[in-house]
């Protein structure tokens, strides 16, 4: 009696047949009495049930007036387990219905403890809503709060909660994701590439110069980047890496490179704050700011400061290497000091102008060239006030900042610079050699580092291929990875797209048909959020290995098939015309509904292609579907040939309709089989219906052997030539003239119609339409 009374109350608030007034006083307060401390524990169950359930049904300030706070309450029961886990699994819906200030508030708190609860069961419900409690927060707390915990579920002992952290690890990712930094912005439900909107900008539909692009960026209200620093260092994470060729972008403070020179300077006090890179971890590496050190009162108790990791003193170990550097300066260039010639501005401006013509369509060369602004505005200072220390700075921060190959110093300095890495006979250093061509795995993992989201949240998401995973994880986790992917690659967006790439080529390569079969079908949306470079780099070689796979994996690709060539550049998109007619053959004859999607999908793809192409490619597939076994693929696939005949005739193409039309009267007008008789009599209602076919051409080339079908001896070919004249032609304003030529002799062919001896052909003859 309870549970139909709980069913009948959800459904009244649902249908809003209860008023107000009445939910506040009458509803509230009874579910307030049975979830009460001293309740029954089975009334108390029952009333959080449908507490959790009715809170997204109400108004935002009723839920947090009357019962978020039972709620928080409850979530502290010790004495029910089974209250704390209907809280656990309803909490993302809570978090919906109150807001991001009362989740902050009051909610996360109780979410850390419920994360926290000995019961597996509790942890485990706690995994699977984590997406929908990081959508309801803010930034900051979802980098610098949740992410730690969120880390804590994947590496739970126990392993139903491991499965569902991995499994909610890619919607989690996704809440990272800032649309309008990775180039797109969200139209009815899916992403669209910003470049498609410039043109409404003037009309106020979308202004894309409000938008910060800038890549690697966090965009705000005010247009100033995020503190990405600050949360980082707040959650332990490495700060971010410099910005190279193979790494992703990222924005570099605004301030000058001149105020960060005397940090670099080989003073002692300098020294003892200057991280080695040979020392640090191998998931940590040092950004152009992160050693920053307090030069006004304010720094001394920033967060930032304080929350961060003290750098070791390794003062000895460079001055060590400044003593080795010394003696090769010394045998090189006759000097103790690198002479300031090595870098002068005249060099760097030659290099800042060569990359200023690529500068628009590669990010990672724009943060290139904001690093070498720097550096020659530092250049000029140097040739003005110059130390022993200054140019070696230099040196050093454009090695740390440029991309691997990019030398802005001169020919005549590198045998200077490569004194360390030869011998005293002259000779290279194989092993220097080596170390050079072939890059230590720490490098490589610099390429999958990034600054949109934690790093350790991307590197368990990379993991998720690991074989290893799906033993000590899951079966299905690859199918997971493959699942969210998408989501996860607008979170990064196209300049992180690196850090994924080996990723789904491996998820691309999976033996499981399942994980591929999830990739095809979200292959079209990867290709919106990559743009058309990286797509016909990256995806368009996997595209035509789906093509050639499995019927079930083939599908994934068949039913957005126009949605991904549309993004393709008309020379490639060109070379899938003759593919087009491999999706006619299929595994299993049986699998008819393949064969129904590729009607629809032709449907669509008309459009991409020019007149001649659809003649010379699509047409013999579109007859072919036509004269299918299956009684819905040849319905759908008349609708396909109407709409080449106004493919044709809509680009003034009359002699490539005109051989359309011969074709469709030889194919199916005198075909032996009635029911290609039939088709070509819907083929001629559906275009005059749709006007596809200008009226000349079609009482000259298709009326005289429409009506040839009368004296058809099927009767299920006469009613549908009764349907057609009757229902359709008839009623057209041309057939309706009185002085038309031909409209006395569609009219005596519905006379006799309707005198046929078959019931049903009479019946549809006379009927009105």
């Not at 152009?288 to 720094?299: K, M, V, W």
Request: net charge negative; aromatic share 8%.
């Amino acid at each position: 009696v309870r549970k139909s009374s709980q069913e009948v109350l959800l459904i009244l608030l649902e249908q809003d047949l209860i008023f107000q007034h009445d939910i506040e006083n009458k509803v509230c307060p009874l579910l307030l009495h049975l979830s009460a401390a001293d309740s029954n524990d089975e009334y108390k169950a029952e009333a959080v049930n449908i507490i959790c359930k009715m809170a997204p049904m109400l108004s935002k300030s009723t839920v947090v007036r009357l019962l978020l706070p039972r709620f928080c309450e409850l979530c502290g029961d010790r004495k029910l387990f089974q209250v704390r886990k209907v809280c656990a699994t309803n909490f993302g819906d809570i978090c919906c219905a109150v807001g991001q200030e009362a989740t902050e508030k009051f909610l996360i708190p109780k979410f850390f403890e419920l994360c926290s609860d000995n019961v597996w069961g509790m942890r485990k419900a706690c995994a699977e809503c984590f997406m929908a409690v990081s959508y309801t927060t803010s930034p900051e707390v979802r980098r610098a709060r949740l992410s730690p915990l969120f880390i804590r579920l994947i590496s739970d002992p126990c392993r139903w909660v491991r499965q569902a952290a991995f499994q909610s690890l890619g919607p989690f990712i996704s809440t990272f994701a800032n649309p309008s930094r990775a180039g797109l912005y969200i139209r009815e439900g899916s992403c669209a590439d910003t470049s498609s909107a410039c043109q409404e900008s003037s009309s106020g539909q979308f202004d894309i110069s409000a938008v910060d692009l800038a890549p690697g960026g966090v965009s705000s209200e005010d247009g100033a980047p995020a503190p990405l620093d600050l949360l980082r260092s707040a959650q332990g994470l490495p700060p971010p890496i410099p910005p190279s060729s193979r790494k992703p972008v990222q924005r570099e403070p605004d301030v000058p490179l001149e105020d960060r020179l005397p940090r670099l300077s080989p003073g002692p006090s300098a020294f003892s704050k200057l991280p080695d890179l040979s020392d640090r971890p191998a998931n940590s590496h040092p950004g152009p700011g992160s050693s920053a050190c307090p030069g006004s009162p304010e720094d001394v108790f920033s967060n930032l400061l304080y929350w961060q990791t003290p750098l070791p003193d390794i003062s000895k170990d460079l001055e060590l290497l400044l003593g080795k550097a010394g003696q090769q300066e010394d045998i090189c260039c006759g000097s103790k000091t690198v002479p300031s010639s090595c870098v002068p501005s005249s060099e760097i401006r030659k290099v800042l102008d060569s990359l200023q013509e690529d500068m628009m369509n590669d990010p990672d060369i724009q943060a290139q060239v904001q690093v070498l602004s720097a550096a020659l505005r530092a250049a000029q200072l140097d040739s003005e006030n110059a130390s022993e220390s200054q140019p070696t700075a230099v040196v050093a921060y454009l090695c740390l900042s440029l991309a691997p190959g990019m030398s802005i110093i001169p020919n005549s300095c590198t045998e200077d610079l490569e004194g360390p890495d030869k011998d005293h006979d002259g000779t290279s250093d194989p092993l220097q050699a080596e170390r050079r061509h072939n890059p230590t795995p720490h490098e490589e993992n610099k390429s999958k580092l990034q600054d949109i989201i934690p790093q350790p949240l991307l590197d368990q998401y990379v993991s998720m291929t690991d074989p290893a995973r799906a033993q000590t994880v899951d079966t299905d986790i690859a199918k997971h990875c493959a699942y969210s992917l998408p989501g996860v690659a607008l979170a990064l967006g196209r300049q992180n797209w690196h850090c994924l790439k080996d990723t789904y080529e491996t998820l691309a390569s999976d033996v499981q048909w399942k994980v591929r079969r999830t990739l095809a079908f979200s292959i079209h949306e990867l290709a919106v959020i990559l743009g058309d470079q990286l797509t016909a780099a990256d995806l368009v070689p996997i595209f035509n290995g789906f093509l050639k796979d499995l019927d079930e994996v083939r599908i994934g690709v068949l039913k957005h098939l126009y949605d991904f060539l549309k993004l393709l550049h008309a020379d490639k998109r060109r070379e899938y015309l003759y593919q087009l007619q491999e999706f006619v053959v299929t595994d299993n004859n049986r699998n008819w509904r393949f064969r129904y999607e590729l009607a629809e999908q032709l449907i669509l793809i008309l459009e991409l292609y020019n007149p001649q192409d659809v003649y010379d490619y699509l047409t013999h597939i579109a007859l072919k579907l036509c004269a299918d076994k299956v009684s819905e693929v040849r319905w759908i696939s008349f609708r396909l040939a109407v709409a080449i005949l106004h493919k044709f005739y809509s680009h003034s193409q009359s002699a490539l309709g005109l051989n359309f039309i011969n074709e469709l009267i030889v194919r199916f007008r005198h075909c032996p089989k009635w029911v290609g008789r039939q088709a070509f009599a819907f083929i001629c209602q559906a275009a005059v219906s749709e006007e596809c076919v200008p009226v000349d051409q079609f009482v000259e080339h298709l009326l005289p052997s429409l009506l040839s079908l009368a004296s058809d001896p099927v009767p299920n070919v006469r009613v549908l030539l009764a349907k057609a004249l009757k229902q359709t032609l008839l009623e057209k304003a041309y057939f309706r003239n009185v002085g038309n030529p031909h409209l006395k002799v569609v009219e005596e062919t519905v006379l006799a119609l309707q005198s046929d001896r078959d019931q049903d052909v009479s019946f549809f003859a006379t009927l009105e339409p």
